[in-house]
């Protein structure tokens, strides 16, 4: 175990926010846990479990303890008739763990490509894209009580995942008796990769792929290439312009408010989901009510994807957090007072 005083964390999210953690406890590994649960006064100090940053939205210097999570390793575990079970550490960066699958001849999560994060946090948010959820490709994981020092496994009905939710990010009086926010620690996951393999397609952008390339049925690794070179025309890359990724999720409304929105304004981006409500674009309401392009501060709403909150400051002037959550907020109420629709930030705010 080793454990840190005073951490500059602007390398560790991925909006590059200047903040510094008191302590900062780098796990590797089951027994990194259990010495730090065997230090009287690590033990009883508040935790805050780290993956990669990408999710996060900090607004001063981080008082609880910090986890760096950095458990590492990729195997397939075991391959029947039906599927592959593969795992990684939850230290794991997520893109390279899907590039391994297609390497080794296990597609599946070809779609899920160049999402940031780590491993660990993909259950946590269920992360989604192009048509496909953590959810539906989901085994299991392996997680440790950071109140009793147990290590347990959840599988996909425990997790209680949803729409970017999951019980990671609930307390116990909040979902069930069984919530677990700032409780666990992930520290391995598995996924379940079907045979035969299907291409999960659809998506307007993968069709206008199909269709520019001329390519009806792609591969496992075509897809990958596709959803790759889509993200990074559309989405600016953390290392060269600070952020978290969609910031606000899509909104879900009832048919009739939706009809409602329509009338208003015929242009508005919807998807019938399979429950009968309908999905709305959260970028195209922000986009509608004049963002893109905008700033407040230090922070500003990427120009090619207003769903986007992006830091504008440089080395010597980085964003704060307090300026990304100003802008958010301002977002939130022009977006209420046009379309009455509430709109919930993705990222953790801390």
């Known amino acids: 175990m080793l454990v840190e005083k005073n951490v500059p964390l602007r390398a560790y999210n991925a909006f590059g ?20 649960l065997a230090d009287p006064v690590l033990a009883a100090a508040p935790k805050f479990v780290l993956g990669g940053g990408s999710n996060i939205v900090l607004t001063g210097d981080v008082r609880p303890v910090v986890l760096k999570v ?36 296990h597609p599946g999560l070809e779609n899920l490509a160049l999402i940031p994060g780590t491993v660990g946090a993909s259950p ?13 490709r989901f085994e299991s994981l392996d997680a440790i009580d ?7 496994t959840l599988d996909a009905a425990q997790c209680a995942f949803g729409y970017r939710d999951s019980v990671f990010k609930h307390a116990a009086a909040e979902l069930s008796d069984f919530g677990l926010a ?27 792929k199909r269709h520019e390339t001329g390519i009806a049925e792609p591969t496992a690794q075509q897809i990958y290439h ?24 899509n909104p879900t409304v009832t048919p ?18 399979p429950n009968g409500t309908v999905k709305l674009a959260a970028g195209w309401l922000i986009d509608a009510c004049g963002w893109k392009g905008k700033t407040v501060g230090n922070a500003g709403v990427y120009d090619k994807q207003a769903l986007v909150l992006v830091n504008r400051g440089g080395d010597t002037d980085p964003v704060t957090g307090g300026e990304v959550m100003t802008l958010a907020r301002a977002i939130q109420t022009s977006v209420y007072e046009r379309f009455g629709i509430r709109l919930e930030p993705e990222p953790v705010v801390v």
Not at 25 to 31: G, L, T
Not at 124 to 136: H, K, P, R, T
Not at 147 to 152: S, V
């Open 17 to 36: 926010i200047v903040a510094r953690a008191q302590t900062l406890v780098r796990v590797a590994s089951e027994a990194d846990v259990a010495a730090l």
């Open 70 to 105: 950095e458990v590492m390793g990729r195997r397939l575990v075991q391959e029947t008739d039906r599927a592959w079970i593969v795992e990684a550490g939850a230290g794991e960066n997520w893109h390279d763990f899907v590039a391994w699958t297609l390497a080794n001849g």
């Open 124 to 136: 946590v948010q269920n992360i989604g894209a192009y048509g496909v959820e953590l959810q539906d």
């Open 146 to 152: 950071l109140a009793t020092g147990k290590t347990f």
């Open 182 to 208: 700032g409780r666990a620690l992930i520290t391995r996951v598995r996924m379940r990769l079907p045979k035969p393999w299907k291409p999960v397609l659809g998506y307007l952008d993968l069709e206008r």
């Open 226 to 249: 596709w959803v790759c070179d889509i993200r990074r025309h559309k989405l600016p890359d953390p290392r060269v312009l600070g952020n978290a990724g969609s910031f606000f999720k």
């Open 256 to 273: 009739e408010q939706c009809a409602d929105i329509i009338a208003r304004d015929p242009r508005v981006v919807h998807y019938l989901l």
